[in-house]
């Protein structure tokens, strides 16, 4: 399986910035590929909310130009990518999904976008997510939802359904979303990509929207575990406009994790949680064994391991992810940012402003944190919640004495149906059960996709790490791809229904052509 994509473009996010830089395809003509791949699929798919074609142009000349003068364009160089839209770009709409920001054009960009620029990437576009990234479906966008490219009836997952959607398209071969309880990790194992959350503090939060501010880490989206460490490589490192950034360089894990030298599971020590099992769907549950016997044949320990603990974890974030967003929350007073509905006082004015610029879900999550947050329940609510989230924390550190990562389902269930769950906010939430653990702890997770359910969508398998344990996990999840590739009637990480070529080969940095017309 060559490299190459339709149209005699490198595929993959590797594979692009390898023949850029050696100046073997120029950036120029790798973003006019996506870009078109972008006019193709986007209309019945709608993951982006902001296409930014000129700005990818003139950074795919800049990168060109670079390699021409013989300079260095960087590790992502002609890269296109992706922004969730709650990145500030500065001068550009950042909207969050919502109403309330529409018209605020942010002043700066956001650490991460900076770093991306620096290493040579092209940012395409925004994509849509569910408002201020509340949600499991992307349905919550004030812009309309977005839909699975495996199935456009159903849901992408979320909140960074546009992301997801994306990356499993063909739109791009990366993207950023970010993970406050899951939103990179369900989206992901929903449209058959790599969706990496790292540990708390690793990725400068300077310039993302703040949604809970203690569990949200901004992450990457790919066709692939080792372009997914690329990503992690090229955002992560001490931000000191982060006063939560960890005092340490940026990672290099995609180098210890390329194909050529992937370095095996051989003797790790695997867990396989039960809590992290039960109740899940019988196709999520059949694949969660094979990963099991994958990594084992791969000479991994595997053994399966309770942590009672993880049951309180979703009742835990469902009071702390509001209570933070509740206080967050409250700079959209129509005087800051984007839209005001006047009226005749002040006070009108905030409360016309929110009425209108808010969504129900949003409006649901500030009363429900107000209201942990308040005298009189502050201690019942929110102070058992973090004493919990403790709890959860000691949990995880008692199980990594003994293993070297946990493995679980990423979701209970494949991608569900448009509507499915909008009218019952509770089933919405249960969505996330798998995933909120690891944001109360602040360690890492990743989801790898691994076969499908019946219908053909895509499963995800979850792998946990303790905190800076990312290359531990990413060994894991690398061994899960190879063993993917040889699932029965699975598609390829990444391809996804539409219309693309799908002959390939899921292995690290060798992801199946996806962009541009054959000639
Ligand atoms: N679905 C979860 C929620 O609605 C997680 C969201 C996220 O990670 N941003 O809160």
């Known amino acids: 399986m060559s490299a190459m994509g339709q149209a005699g473009q490198p595929a993959s996010a590797s594979a692009i910035a390898e023949s850029v830089r050696a100046g073997s395809t120029s950036a120029r003509s790798v973003v006019e590929a996506h870009l078109a791949a972008i006019d193709r699929e986007d209309p019945s798919l709608h993951a982006f909310l902001t296409v930014l074609a000129d700005d990818a142009r003139a950074g795919a ?37 919502s109403r309330i920001l529409e018209g605020w054009l942010p002043p700066y ?18 994509t849509n997510l569910d408002e201020f990234a509340m949600g499991s479906s992307t349905e919550n966008s004030a812009f309309g939802p977005t839909l699975n490219p495996h ?52 990725v400068s939060r300077y310039g993302l929207i703040a949604f809970a501010s203690s569990l949200d880490q901004i992450g990457p989206f790919a066709t692939s575990v080792v372009d997914a460490a690329l990503l992690f490589d090229v955002i992560s490192g001490h931000d000191p406009h982060d006063s939560t950034s960890l005092d340490r360089p940026g990672s290099r894990l995609a180098e210890a994790n390329c194909p050529d030298s992937a370095q095996s599971v051989e003797g790790l020590r695997v867990g396989l949680v039960r809590e992290l099992m039960d109740g899940t769907d019988d196709p999520v549950a059949q694949m969660l064994a ?19 603990e993880l049951r309180y974890a979703l009742c835990a974030y469902y009071l702390i992810a509001p209570a933070e967003a509740s206080s967050n929350l409250a700079r959209y007073d129509g005087v800051r940012y984007g ?25 649901r999550r500030i009363m429900l944190g107000t209201y942990a947050l ?35 389902a990423t979701a209970p269930t494949t991608a569900f149906s448009m509507g499915a769950k909008v009218e019952d906010p509770l089933s919405m939430y249960l969505s996330d059960v798998c995933t909120v653990a690891s944001n109360l702890a602040g360690h890492p997770a990743i989801s790898v996709p691994f076969g499908t359910d019946e219908a053909g969508m895509p499963v995800g398998v979850q792998v946990l790490a303790p905190a800076l344990g990312e290359a531990v996990m990413l060994r894991v999840a690398s061994a899960l791809e190879r063993a993917s590739a040889s699932l029965p009637g699975i598609p390829a990480a990444g391809r996804a229904s539409t219309g693309r070529a799908s002959t390939g080969d899921p292995a690290p940095g060798r992801a199946p052509g996806q962009v541009g017309e054959p000639a």
Request: glycine share 12%; with cysteine.
């Open 374 to 408: 308040s005298a009189g329940y502050y201690e019942a609510y929110y102070g058992k919640a973090q004493r919990v989230r403790t709890v959860i924390a000691d949990a995880f550190a008692a199980a990594y004495q003994r293993l070297d990562a946990l493995v679980g």
């Open 61 to 97: 000349d800049h990168v060109d130009e670079l390699v021409s003068r013989g300079e260095d364009p960087g590790p992502l160089a002609g890269v296109p990518v992706a922004l969730k839209d709650n990145l500030c770009t500065r001068g550009v709409p950042t909207t969050c999904g």
């Open 339 to 363: 839209l005001r509905v006047d009226a005749e006082d002040l006070t009108s004015m905030n409360s016309a402003t929110r009425a209108a610029g808010f969504g129900p879900e949003v409006k």
């Open 109 to 126: 960009d956001a650490t991460v976008v900076r770093r991306l620029r620096a290493a040579g990437a092209l940012i395409v576009g925004k």
């Open 290 to 308: 094979k990963a099991a016997d994958a990594l084992s044949a791969a000479g991994a320990s595997v053994e399966e391991v309770s942590i009672p």
């Open 151 to 202: 199935d456009r009836s159903r849901v992408p997952g979320g909140s960074s359904g546009g992301s997801a959607a994306a990356v499993a398209s063909g739109m791009v071969p990366l993207a950023l979303g970010s993970d406050t309880g899951g939103s990179i990790r369900q989206p992901a194992a929903f449209c058959g990509v790599v969706g990496m959350k790292p540990t708390y503090g690793t």
